[in-house]
T-cell receptor, first 113, second 112 residues
Framework: DVKVTQSSRYLVKRTGEKVFLECVQDMDHENMFWYRQDPGLGLRLIYFSYDVKMKEKGDIPEGYSVSREKKERFSLILESASTNQTSMYLC????????????FGSGTRLTVV | GDSVTQMEGPVTLSEEAFLTINCTYTATGYPSLFWYVQYPGEGLQLLLKATKADDKGSNKGFEATYRKETTSFHLEKGSVQVSDSAVYFCALTSGGYQKVTFGIGTKLQVIP
């Protein structure tokens, strides 16, 4: 069964900490995505990547960065965590063209205190 | 830009009731349309899809038809079960097909 695996289901971090959220897929997908999900706002795209070492900003990239050193791994980095980054973070992958849909990970619920 | 509109809910139904969740979209070109489902505590799963006008996607008793003339992709099920309780997201891809635009999600609660 194909999978997108997010390293943590729940994380609690302190304000100002540097936070790494890891995502690994075993489907040899070219495209990988990070979304955050908030009540009343749905899913919002943070960053995405079409290839190794390639990244593109999504709709809400401020306060975040990403790294894709290997095809199967896409990391989301919160440079200095803030309380307004408390959210559910979802990683997804797909093969081009995206008309085949995404495969999502189970999500990481991050709380910044 | 592209957008997807759906009601947030919650939608509360009794078991075996008929379900409709409305979805309308705005997009350039010819989008592919999707419904995703998110069960409590989990990520999103692809439920069904349609890639061109008049296509009908179906899965697990759910159906949706791509209506280009009304720019709609309404989700229907003839008889819901308690296990269908989840959040349902309408979504589309267009243009380069690389990014998905999601609706806000509709929470469905099915009571016995």
């Amino acid at each position: 069964d194909v999978k997108v695996t997010q390293s943590s289901r729940y994380l609690v971090k302190r304000t100002g900490e540097k936070v790494f959220l890891e995502c690994v897929q075993d489907m040899d997908h070219e495209n990988m995505f990070w979304y955050r999900q908030d009540p009343g706002l749905g899913l919002r795209l943070i960053y995405f990547s079409y290839d190794v070492k390639m990244k593109e900003k999504g709709d809400i990239p401020e306060g975040y960065s990403v790294s894709r050193e290997k095809k199967e791994r896409f990391s989301l980095i919160l440079e200095s965590a803030s309380t307004n980054q408390t959210s559910m973070y979802l990683c997804a992958s797909s093969i081009p063209p995206g008309g085949l849909g995404y495969t999502f990970g189970s999500g990481t619920r991050l709380t910044v205190v | 830009g592209d957008s997807v509109t759906q009601m947030e809910g919650p939608v509360t139904l009794s078991e075996e009731a008929f379900l409709t969740i409305n979805c309308t979209y705005t997009a350039t070109g010819y989008p592919s349309l999707f419904w995703y489902v998110q069960y409590p505590g989990e990520g999103l799963q692809l439920l069904l899809k349609a890639t061109k006008a008049d296509d009908k996607g179906s899965n697990k008793g759910f159906e949706a038809t791509y209506r280009k003339e009304t720019t709609s992709f309404h989700l229907e099920k003839g008889s819901v079960q308690v296990s269908d309780s989840a959040v349902y997201f309408c979504a589309l891809t267009s243009g380069g097909y690389q990014k998905v635009t999601f609706g806000i999600g509709t929470k469905l609660q099915v009571i016995p």
